[in-house]
C-alpha cells in the first residue's frame, strides 16, 4: 500500500536483548533444527507487539554496549503510540524482548526539495521475478537478478560480455531508485554481501494446508552512495514503503545521511 504524500512518517529506534528475541522465536516455533533468521524474528515481533500498525520497512544494526542489537524502522505512528498498544495487547514474551526505556523515535521530514543530494545506505535483497527460463522451475520465480543476467546472456544468440555481480546489483538499484521518478543515483558502491538462508512460510497447498516453515537462499547485499531527490513526493513514499523485496523481514530501509559524510 502506497502511503499518503501528506502522511506522518516516524523513524523509529527499539533496542532489543537478543537472548529474549530468541526466546520469543522459539515459542513462536522459529527454534528447533531450523537455522535463526533474526530477520524473520524481528518480523514476527513487531506483529505480536503491535499488530497492523507494525512499522515497516526496518533493519537491524548493531548497537555498543548492549545485550543485543536496535531495530530501525519507519511507520506513520510514533513511539507513544505504539508502547500503549504494546502495553495493551502483547504477550508479557514479546513486550520483553524490547528495552523500552531506551527506545526512541523521531519525525521525518514532510518534504525534501527536488534536487537534493543525500547520501544513503541500504540493506537490500536484490532479486528480480523471471518469464520462462532454464534457471527457474516456473515463470514468476524469485531469483538472485546476478543469476538472472548470467542466464540471459548464456541465452543470448550471439556472444555479449559477461556481467559483473557489483553492476548488476547497482543496476538494480538504479532502477528501484527511479521507479516513479523518486530518485537519480549519482553514485553508489556494494559494501558487503553475501548470501543468506532466510526462513518464510510456503504458500498452503493442498497437500500441505498449513504454511510450514522452509528455508531458502537469498542475496544479502548493502549498498551505498550518493543519490539525488527528483519528486519529493514519490522520494518520501520511497522511504516510507521502502526498496525490493523481504522489506517486511529486514531488506530495503532506506538510511540517510549527508551528501559526502563517507
Known amino acids: 500500500m502506497t502511503a499518503a504524500p501528506d502522511a506522518p512518517l516516524f523513524m523509529l529506534h527499539f533496542p532489543v536483548d537478543t537472548r529474549r528475541l530468541v526466546a520469543f522465536a522459539e515459542a513462536q516455533g522459529m527454534?528447533?533444527?531450523?537455522?535463526?533468521?533474526?530477520?524473520?524474528?524481528?518480523?514476527?515481533?513487531?506483529?505480536?507487539?503491535?499488530?497492523?500498525?507494525?512499522?515497516?520497512?526496518?533493519?537491524?544494526?548493531?548497537?555498543?554496549?548492549?545485550?543485543?542489537?536496535a531495530v530501525l524502522a519507519y511507520g506513520p505512528e510514533p513511539l507513544a503510540g505504539l508502547a500503549q498498544t504494546a502495553g495493551l495487547t502483547a504477550e508479557p514474551l514479546a513486550h520483553a524482548v524490547v528495552d523500552?526505556?531506551?527506545?526512541?523515535?523521531?519525525p521525518m521530514p514532510t518534504a525534501f526539495p527536488a534536487g537534493m543530494h543525500l547520501g544513503f545506505e541500504v540493506r537490500a535483497c536484490p532479486v528480480v521475478r523471471v518469464g520462462r527460463s532454464t534457471i527457474a522451475k516456473r515463470p514468476g520465480a524469485e531469483v538472485d537478478a546476478f543469476l538472472s543476467a548470467l542466464d540471459a546472456c548464456d541465452r543470448a544468440a550471439e556472444v555479449a560480455e559477461r556481467p559483473v555481480r557489483e553492476t548488476v546489483y547497482l543496476d538494480w538499484l538504479r532502477r528501484h531508485l527511479e521507479g516513479g521518478g523518486a530518485a537519480g543515483l549519482l553514485d553508489g558502491r556494494v559494501?558487503?554481501?553475501?548470501?543468506?538462508?532466510?526462513?518464510?512460510?510456503?504458500?498452503?497447498?493442498?497437500?500441505?494446508?498449513?504454511?510450514?516453515?522452509?528455508?531458502?537462499?537469498?542475496?544479502?547485499?548493502?549498498?551505498?552512495g550518493t543519490l539525488r531527490v527528483d519528486d519529493p513526493t514519490a522520494f518520501r513514499q520511497l522511504l516510507a514503503r521502502g526498496i525490493g523485496r523481504h522489506r517486511s523481514f529486514g531488506f530495503g530501509m532506506l538510511l540517510l545521511r549527508p551528501a559526502g559524510s563517507g
Open 191 to 224: 559494501t558487503a554481501r553475501r548470501l543468506r538462508t532466510v526462513l518464510r512460510k510456503t504458500q498452503p497447498t493442498e497437500d500441505e494446508p498449513d504454511r510450514a516453515p522452509r528455508n531458502f537462499a537469498r542475496p544479502d547485499v548493502v549498498f551505498s
Open 31 to 69: 527454534g528447533g533444527t531450523r537455522r535463526f533468521d533474526e530477520g524473520y524474528a524481528v518480523h514476527a515481533l513487531l506483529r505480536a507487539l503491535f499488530g497492523p500498525s507494525a512499522p515497516g520497512p526496518f533493519t537491524v544494526r548493531t548497537a555498543r554496549d548492549l545485550p543485543g542489537p
Open 100 to 106: 523500552w526505556a531506551r527506545a526512541a523515535d523521531k
